[in-house]
């Protein structure tokens, strides 16, 4: 039986073809920030989940806030051309193994059984290949457009005979997208086995605190002299994760905005 990678399956190409390719974003601590600059590169770490190597991303938004990143750091790249083995899930993967994101396993059935493999969510890219249109699939069936995507809004009319026939997967996912939980459940994670190059990939927006502006601008432009960044104050923090992240939501779909992506 084909399952929720098959994207070609639900959606028609000609119903991707007005959805436009979202950035890459990769969310992070400051102090993280001086490493990745100097080595020019995002380090994959190891992942106990998939027992491997991985730098994690989110398709087009910003997610995962938590209180570790007191400062946090967002880095957005261009998502076409990607050179290294990549693979690609709905939702926060994370966030699913721990049990935050239980929509997915209560509200699917598959062979008399109450869950759902997490590799059958995901999309495994070959080198080189072009893995869009996953993305865009997802967009397209759950949300109609990137503007919804990206406020998280689901559409009202989803054609359920597509999802019986074809794939129990996608009845979970609409089942979890339908649920209040935060953004990691309706973002899609893209992760990549290798570290990944913020020069080979092209870095085009920096969301950054305004006093690490002097030291870091100089490092981003010797990157990208095009690259589009955008400070704010510390003082911004006091209203803790859900304020910052508020703040880092609006930034970058400006950001969005102004490239005519949503």
Known sequence: MPNFSDVNLVTQKENLEGIKTL?????????????ILNKKKIEAKDCNIFNDKLAYFFYGKPSYFKEAHKIPVFLLFEFKDLKTEHRIAPFDTGAYYNGLLDGVKKESIEDGKDSISLDKF??????????????????SYFFDDNLNYYDNSIKDDI?????????????????????????????????????????????????????MAKAWTPKLKNINKDVQIE??????????VTKMAGIANQAIKRFLESKNLL
């Open 231 to 240: 400070v704010y104050l510390r003082t911004k923090l006091s209203g803790g």
């Open 159 to 211: 054609e359920h005979y597509n999802a019986c026939s074809l794939h129990y997967e996608y009845i979970a996912v609409e089942g979890l997208y339908s649920k209040d939980y935060d953004d990691r459940a309706t973002s899609i994670e893209v992760q990549f086995r290798d570290d990944f190059s913020i020069e080979r990939n092209k870095l085009i927006y920096a969301f950054i605190p305004r006093d």
């Open 23 to 35: 950035p890459l974003s990769h969310n992070c601590n400051f102090h993280h920030v001086e490493g």
């Open 122 to 139: 995901c999309y495994l890219s070959k080198e080189g290949e072009n893995s869009e249109d996953y993305n865009k699939n997802v967009i």
